[in-house]
């Protein structure tokens, strides 16, 4: 996990309701200490905590709540027993404890436990399961929007649990996280890695591009200051970025900006540049990038232009093999454009295509 990473989630956690429901199968299983020490960790951070038990009895989980040193009270009644139970765990939690409560029934996404969850806000439902985490051609699916559940379920494993899923999201619930609760640490690693271990379903923009706002700009400096000194990008200021923010665009996870892009427009030559192309290290290999540069080309269709090129001298076989653009002469280039570059004395190839 990295730190540095982790740490931007703090603040964004801090203060919400995340709401877990233990599979029965879990209740006596080693691994459950884990989850709740990660439990534990989230309640320090400020996380307010509903633990359910599946089925009637809390005796288990309290047990080994209490082992774990975590501050939580055991509601009395079962969920099942209605608004008297909703409305314990509201004041245990309103009391900065974790709290206990028993579902009353057998199964997962049961109604007391969804209806708890919506009634207090709940800003995360998450579903420790024994395995049964949904894989997709065997590669585990970690975030899939609601609307897009019921046309992959039938390629999925477990298709019923990604469909409850979905279900629970439209009833209100923004995030809801499959986990496999014999993953040791499994809370820690879904929440604060770049991808998870587990499978989210939701409805908010997870995962989102938009166009730079002014307060980005010093984020954005800073995120390419190292490819600026090590030369793969042109130098930039604050000034010069504002001048152009309706150019720029940045990739959002968790609206914590992850990468840009810029289109530059020329449009006496129906044109237009594909630049400041970046993803922070962290982030790299997740296909990012590639969603960034296929935005820029629909966005610069959509403006009439009709030819999109790049300039680069360190993403050579990132342009030509993977997004397949063709090798172009500078004499293709918009004049001021081919000025600018030859100006440079940089020894940039360049890239296009038609759109």
Do not use: W
């Amino acid at each position: 996990m990295n730190v540095r990473s982790a740490l931007e989630y703090v603040p964004y956690f801090r203060g919400r309701l995340f709401v877990l429901g233990i599979d029965a199968a879990l209740l006596g299983a080693e691994e459950l200490v884990d989850a709740l020490l990660d439990v534990d960790a989230l309640h320090e951070i400020g996380v307010r905590i509903v633990l359910i038990a599946e089925g009637a009895d809390t005796a288990e989980l309290a047990r080994r709540a209490a082992l774990c040193e975590l501050h939580a009270a055991v509601a009395e009644q079962p969920l099942s027993a209605g608004a008297a139970a909703i409305e314990r765990v509201s004041e245990i939690i309103g009391r900065r404890q974790v709290a206990i409560v028993a579902s009353g029934v057998s199964g997962r996404f049961d109604e007391g436990s969804v209806n708890l969850a919506v009634r207090l806000g709940a800003s995360k439902y998450i579903c420790l399961q024994s395995g049964e985490v949904p894989l997709q051609n065997g590669t585990p699916i970690f975030a899939i929007r609601e609307k897009d559940v019921e046309k992959a379920a039938p390629a999925c494993t477990h298709p019923e649990v990604l469909l409850a899923a979905a279900s629970l999201c439209r009833r209100g619930i923004p995030r809801v996280h499959l986990l496999d609760g014999c993953h040791r640490g499994v809370l820690l690693d879904e929440f604060f890695s770049e991808e998870g271990v587990g499978t989210m379903v939701h409805t908010d923009s997870y995962r989102d591009i938009r166009p730079l706002h002014e307060d980005d700009i010093p984020e954005l400096l800073s995120m390419i200051a190292r490819s600026v000194v090590s030369e793969k990008l042109i130098p930039r200021n604050y000034e010069s970025i504002r001048d152009q923010r309706n150019c720029y665009y940045v990739y959002t996870l968790d609206d914590t900006i992850v990468g840009c892009v810029a289109l530059y427009p020329y449009p006496e030559s129906q044109s237009a540049e594909l630049g400041c192309l970046f993803i922070k290290k962290n982030y790299e290999g997740h296909g990012y990038g590639r969603a960034l540069c296929r935005f820029i080309e629909k966005t610069a269709k959509e403006q009439g232009v009709k030819t999109l090129f790049a300039i680069s001298q360190s993403a050579v076989s990132y342009f030509r093999d993977r997004l397949g653009y063709a090798e172009l002469s500078r004499g293709t280039l918009p004049p001021s454009r081919r000025a600018a570059l030859e100006a440079s004395g940089r020894s940039s190839a360049v890239f296009g295509r038609a759109l």
